[in-house]
């Protein structure tokens, strides 16, 4: 699948580079939060699809500590997916990562089902379609007993935190279509996707990392 076409509306982390492998500071600084959330959440041989997972350091802390999970990365960008795929060579279970920019209609064709989605600090810097794409590709691709892990900073209107409203202002001055979203838009667009919030829990930072798992038909 060939990524976006205006790659200036693609926003990435600071990086540094060791060949393939990009390091991000702050991913490696919540790659052990999100880790010790997220790992003991995934049930047994759990098969995992990372949207926008850039560097692929979550990937990596996740597998490590997961080593019975399949976790396969993917990204638009080209240089986040060789990163990932760099790891994927040294980490029992990582995958090399794939192609995906789920603002595509219909991105999840020609994928299988899998027991997780996991999207971190993507919806803020993006376009709203590409929340409403991930919790559409999410609702095809997850059944029963999976989930849709979010990471990443919310509103809650006036108790907002002041670092999460500051950094609102920035990304919309970056780009009009960016922003911190609210957490009741989020789960209001999740729910018309069979998504309900099951678990929300406090992150380092004023960030949020959000569980929804499928209504039951
Ligand atoms: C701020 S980085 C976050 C990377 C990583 N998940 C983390 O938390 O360190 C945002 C990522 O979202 C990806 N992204 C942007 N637009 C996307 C889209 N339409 N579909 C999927 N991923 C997208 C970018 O390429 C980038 O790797």
């Known amino acids: 699948m060939d990524g976006p076409k205006d790659k200036s509306t693609i926003a990435l982390e600071a990086r540094t580079r060791a060949a393939d492998k990009l390091y991000s500071p702050s991913a490696a600084r919540n790659a052990a939060p999100i880790r010790d959330v997220l790992a003991p959440l995934l049930g047994d041989g759990a098969r995992v699809l990372e949207i926008g997972s850039g560097t692929g350091e979550h990937a990596e802390a996740v597998c490590l500590a997961r080593p019975d999970v ?4 993917s990204d638009p960008d080209a240089a986040s997916r060789a990163s990932s795929t760099a790891r ?33 600090n993507v919806i803020h810097i993006a376009p709203w379609s590409v929340a409403e794409g991930l919790a559409a590709g999410a609702e095809a691709l997850i059944s029963g007993d999976g989930l849709l ?10 108790a907002s935190a002041p670092s999460n409203l500051a950094f609102d202002e920035d990304l919309r001055t970056r780009n009009p279509q960016w922003g911190v979203r609210p957490l009741d838009a989020v789960t209001k667009l999740m729910a018309r996707h069979r998504f309900a919030l099951h678990e929300k829990i406090e992150m380092p930072a004023n960030n949020l990392s959000l569980v929804f798992r499928p209504e039951p038909q």
């Open 70 to 73: 399949t976790w396969i990365p």
């Open 88 to 120: 994927s060579l040294e980490i029992p279970g990582m995958e090399p990562a794939l192609a995906i920019d789920v603002s595509v209609p219909q991105w999840t064709e020609h994928l299988d089902f899998v027991d997780a989605v996991v999207c971190s």
């Open 149 to 158: 892990f979010l990471y990443g900073p919310f509103l809650f209107g006036e």
